[in-house]
């Protein structure tokens, strides 16, 4: 019966790749109850029988003996472990065993303690001495070297499961999309939703113009992600976009955008900002050098 409601509960409860009773303690303390239940109700009934048993004469316990289902040896020598393990006396032998003080006519046994509670008690004296070798003699792994082992085994599946997964790109590493598919997505991202402020050729309207080399916020990949990210400035600049799109869509856009640079628009705005130069792109000349400090003081 215990095994039938463990495999009822280890069926309906959702417990992922670990058992129920592992994964949720509820779930071992309900079998640990049920299974209390199940020895008790064992129990009673054993005892009821053995009752009924003694009441009987002899042919009524010759004919109960024959009545009952021969039990298998399995169960017979579980039985005998238990009996065993309980380390009790039969009733036929509690004279050995009584006391000679007595209170109102009740007397007391002098049972020994079970098998099962000195073992039990045996088996925590080995444990104790393997732990104090273990951990204070040979200075084994404690729990708190194990969760370090187990972080740094987290952050290198993390970083691994980083390098694969485009939806994990951030302001650190975004990368310039330069593949048609990625700037054909990224186009088709900008006419939906960005053509309302910069046009559809980049030149601006209520943005600001998108083909110069003058940024309000840091040009290249990495400030112009964070931007779409992010949102401009604080009551006039664009939205937080990261709400709408995924960081590779946003990558994407990103890259599109830094596509019209050096592009012809219908009618382009005036450049806002400063002028963006991009420090991986070569030495500056000194005109640029004082562009791109200009930038750096503007971005800090």
Known sequence: MFFIIFGI???FVDSGDQPAFIEKPVVLLFLLFVLMIIIAIEAIIGAMENILYQS???EGKARYEASKVKTPKFFIWIKKMYLKLLGSRPI??????ILDHNYDGIKELNNDLPPWWLYGFYATI???AIYLLRYHVFNGQNQYDELEIEYAEANAAIEEYNKTAKDRVDFNSVELLTDASSLANGKQIFETTCVACH???GGGGIGPNLTDKHWILGGGIKNVFKTITEGGRDGKGMIAWKQTYKPSEIAQVASYVLSLQGTTPAEPKAAEGDLWVDENAGPPSETNEQASDSTQVEMN
């Not at 036929?92 to 065993?97: F, G, L, P, Y």
């Open 56 to 58: 009987l004469d002899e």
């Open 92 to 97: 036929e032998e509690e004279h050995e065993i």
């Open 199 to 201: 046009k559809a050729d």
């Open 126 to 128: 080995i444990f104790g």
């Open 9 to 11: 509960v280890e069926y």
